[in-house]
């Protein structure tokens, strides 16, 4: 069991190289980005922008009860704020790339895979990995890096609303603060975690719809496992991302 698991993590990261290198191999399949772009996009802005409501708003009650209880409650905008930019903004688009687009991704590869489609690509000279692998994580990450700005804003109007009408806060005391914790890396590692998280997206999608066992059954099986395994990867390289800037980026005013 531990040497499948090496050898599944091993092909994994040895796609992840491939596309890589891939990125900046001539021709780019220009069009078939777009179309996957646009894809991934339609099936992830909409449940998103909703997700993000109640996340910011619980965030913003969590916190703002939490203030309160310590009399710090003028720093409620600011620790709401940074929360939702930090963490629950990366994560939300992650896991809806994860279990929307990935998903479709894996299953379009997969049942291309199980129709011989790749190998006859493989046969015609065409590498399966720069037509349809290389197009579909850029799109992930495309979208990720674009959602995540969308969640981010609607995270913090929701979790201004919530703090200024149910808890009694103070718009001026919710924006200052704001201004007196936040700081431009925090906007920088956002991004920077949609972005990763979008190619891990991508990667596990595609090594999961190209290894599929079993004809249709394993297509769906591969399509379970692909979100799982998404989701793992995540929270732990989340994690890692997260204690590597608290150690290199410095509170503000520290």
Do not use: H
């Amino acid at each position: 069991m531990i040497t499948g698991a090496l050898r599944q993590t091993g092909r994994l990261f040895a796609l992840a190289a491939e596309v890589t290198r891939a990125v900046f191999r001539r021709p780019f399949q220009f069009r078939e980005f777009v179309e996957q772009f646009w894809f991934v996009a339609s099936v992830t802005i909409l449940p998103a922008a909703l997700v993000s409501i109640p996340f910011g708003a619980v965030i913003a009650l969590q916190v703002g009860s939490l203030t309160e209880q310590l009399g710090a409650q003028s720093f409620t905008g600011g620790a709401s704020v940074l929360a939702v930019v930090q963490q629950a903004s990366p994560l939300i688009v992650a896991l809806l790339i994860a279990g929307a687009g990935g998903s479709a991704i894996c299953a379009d590869l997969g049942s291309r895979k199980i129709r011989e489609e790749l190998d006859a690509m493989e046969v015609m000279g065409v590498s399966p990995v720069q037509r349809l692998v290389v197009p579909r994580v850029l799109a992930a990450m495309g979208v990720a890096v674009l959602l995540n700005g969308l969640v981010s804003v609607v995270g913090i109007l929701g979790g201004y609303f919530f703090n200024v009408v149910m808890q009694g806060g103070t718009p001026g005391a919710y924006l200052s603060s704001f201004s007196a914790l936040a700081q431009l890396p925090d906007l920088y590692i956002s991004e920077l975690k949609a972005l990763v998280f979008g190619f891990i997206a991508g990667i596990v999608a595609a090594y999961r719809g190209l290894n599929p066992r079993g004809g249709p059954k394993g297509v769906g099986d591969a399509v379970n496992q692909s979100v799982v395994i998404t989701f793992l990867l995540l929270f732990f390289v989340n994690m890692v991302m997260t204690a590597v800037y608290l150690q290199i980026v410095p509170p503000k005013g520290g």
